[in-house]
């Protein structure tokens, strides 16, 4: 009997669940750059994000925390790349844990400005992962190494910089230009200029209106009553009349600005819409109209 209500004593407590954890998500953010608008660069652009939106979903501990793209903006500064500030931004504000990128030159091609974003998003806690270059700066020795491919990576566009103008000065030496739109008094026929006859009309009908007392202001609005056409379906302005005839395309002659603000300037390289002594003309009536005019004294009624 003792034993039996021995037994009875003894219950069995029902378990507690165990406690459930909440896992954070590395809220992750992409930054993309290319470096012109144009079709190929912006498909670039489209592919870069397709490719990071897959990789986040792939990671059960990510979440994705935006895109950020500048399309047509140079790496060689952070100046006026207004997804990288907002990136930043969105940073500081504790918005993100982690960003990624395809490479150290997407991000910056200056060495100093890419350790400066570093830095400041590693002092945040933010870490930064550049895909190419399998480098994450959360590492150890991770910045070491970040300096020796910035380096690199500045010393690669400067190199490409080179390149390119080489081969830009190259061309334009031998007189090969290609021309994306043709100004005003030309058309464009298989990468060359030549003469339109209803637009060179038009401008030699100005230069007329010009030399003989008219301002360009007056000139443009006269083309407005009479509704003929600009080039890109605007209207007419001074501005823009006095614009078109600086150009030495005009006579026949064509100037390129170098990136190392040389020039290169070729004689006689298409058909001409103004004669020179036509176009030195008109360039004299211009500096005319601009020079400031002298204010007559007022008499003096005491004298």
């Avoid at 990288?84 to 993100?96: A, S």
């Avoid at 991770?142 to 080489?166: M, Y």
């Avoid at 064509?254 to 002594?277: K, N």
Wanted: proline share 5%; with cysteine; charged share 30%.
């Amino acid at each position: 009997m003792k034993a039996a209500s021995k037994r009875r004593l003894i219950t069995f407590l029902p378990a507690h669940p165990a406690p459930v954890i909440s896992k954070k998500k590395t809220r992750t953010a992409v930054y993309c750059r290319v470096s012109t608008a144009e079709k190929g660069q912006l498909a670039s652009l489209e592919n870069q994000k397709r490719h990071f939106k897959q990789l986040i979903e792939s990671r059960e501990s990510w979440t994705e925390a935006g895109f950020y793209c500048d399309a047509g903006l140079s790496g060689t500064g952070k100046v006026a790349r207004p997804a990288l500030e907002r990136l930043l931004k969105d940073c500081r504000e504790g918005k993100i844990d982690l960003v990624l990128t395809k490479s150290i030159s997407r991000l910056a091609r200056n060495t100093t400005d890419i350790l400066t974003i570093v830095r400041e998003l590693s002092a945040l806690g933010i870490p930064v992962y550049f895909e190419r270059e399998r480098l994450h700066t959360g590492d150890c020795g991770g910045e070491l190494l970040l300096t020796l491919l910035a380096a690199l990576a500045e010393q690669e566009s400067k190199s490409i910089s080179e390149n390119v103008r080489w081969r830009f000065e190259k061309r334009c030496r031998r007189g090969i230009f290609r021309f994306s739109r043709p100004p005003y008094g030309y058309r464009l026929e298989n990468g060359m200029l030549y003469p339109n006859p209803e637009e060179a009309a038009v401008i030699r009908e100005i230069c007329a209106k010009l030399i003989a007392g008219k301002g360009t202001c007056v000139i443009a609005n006269e083309l407005n009553a009479a509704r003929v056409p600009t080039k890109r379906g605007g209207r007419w302005h001074g501005d823009t009349i006095r614009h078109m005839l600086k150009n030495v395309l005009l006579q026949g002659d064509l100037q390129l600005h170098m990136h190392d603000h040389s020039c290169c300037y070729i004689r006689e390289h298409h058909e001409p819409v103004l004669s020179r002594e036509l176009f030195r003309a008109v360039g004299e009536a211009l500096a005319a109209k601009q020079k400031p005019r002298s204010i007559p004294s007022t008499p003096n009624s005491f004298e």
